[in-house]
């Protein structure tokens, strides 16, 4: 697996970061038991970076992950120090944690820190490598998120920061803020939805030394994207050039969508969410592919449905 490096630091990541919103499953042994399957396949494959959120089957996947990893501590006990354990918080459900709360997002600092010290006790660790703030808060006050970004990394509980669909002035005004550099912006990048390549997010990564990471990177004719506009026209135009593209390389098409991603110099790193075995570790192949330009643009065309200006 390759690994790259946030630049503005030392970390290394896999190129490919597991996401583990889904291992949980509806959370019947049936479905806990792929997904540590499905955990066990990515650590075998070379992941090493591995995605969660406080909220993910609320709170489910990162028990889960904190059992497989007591179990896999058991075979290779400098396994915690290779991994990137990386958990977000943020957004705080309807009717939580009283009848009658509104669905909300929370960036005050007794928030923050108290959410980070529910992830470590359900991950079973003493530190998160990254913490990321999950949806912008429209209160965020960046001073007060930035004293708890001091408090949490003084204390030893989180190693880095970053944020998660944060549009460029959000990220700009809360790196004004914070002593140490936020390193990544999780948003989400697919077929579907590409406002990071048009809103400056992307640039703003590449100017900053800012890691972009791709969440639900295969949304949008792998399976609906989040607030679906393509019609069934549009879904088939885009797959006709994706089913060609993907012969041409001698992939998969999916795997193809991936590749579309990885060419942006930005170096996305896409999130694989699969739960498949075999899709976690197919999905290394497409680091391979040599994909050019003129096929970037061709997929673009298609997903456009109109020729570029
Ligand atoms: N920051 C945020 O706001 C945010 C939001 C959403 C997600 N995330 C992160 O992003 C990660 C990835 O998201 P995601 O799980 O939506 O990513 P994804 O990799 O785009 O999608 C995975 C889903 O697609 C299915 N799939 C994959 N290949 C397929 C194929 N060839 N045919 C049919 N189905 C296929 C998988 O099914 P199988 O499991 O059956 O293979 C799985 O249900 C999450 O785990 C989470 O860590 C972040």
Redesign the pocket.
Known sequence: MELIQFKNSALTTSRL??????IAGDNSPADRAKGKL?LRSAIDAGYTHF???DI?GNGECESLFGEMLAELLTEQSNLRERLIITS?AGIRRINSPKSGDPHRYDFSKKYIIDSVNGSLKRLNVDYLDMF?L??PDYLMNADEVAQAFSELKSSGKVKHFGV??FKPSQLSLLQSACDMPLLVN???I?IHNIDAFENGTLDQCQQLGITPIA?????GV??PAWGNTFSVDDEQRINREINLQAEKYNV???QLILAWLLKHPANIC???????PQ?IVAAKQTLGINYNREDWYRLLEARNGQALP
């Open positions: 970061i597991y996401g583990c919103m889904r499905a995605d969660h959120a993910y977000k990321l999950h949806r998660s669909n999780q948003v989400e697919n969440w639900c990177p295969l949304g792998v399976y998969e098409p999916w896409p999130i694989i969410g699969s739960t498949t899709r």
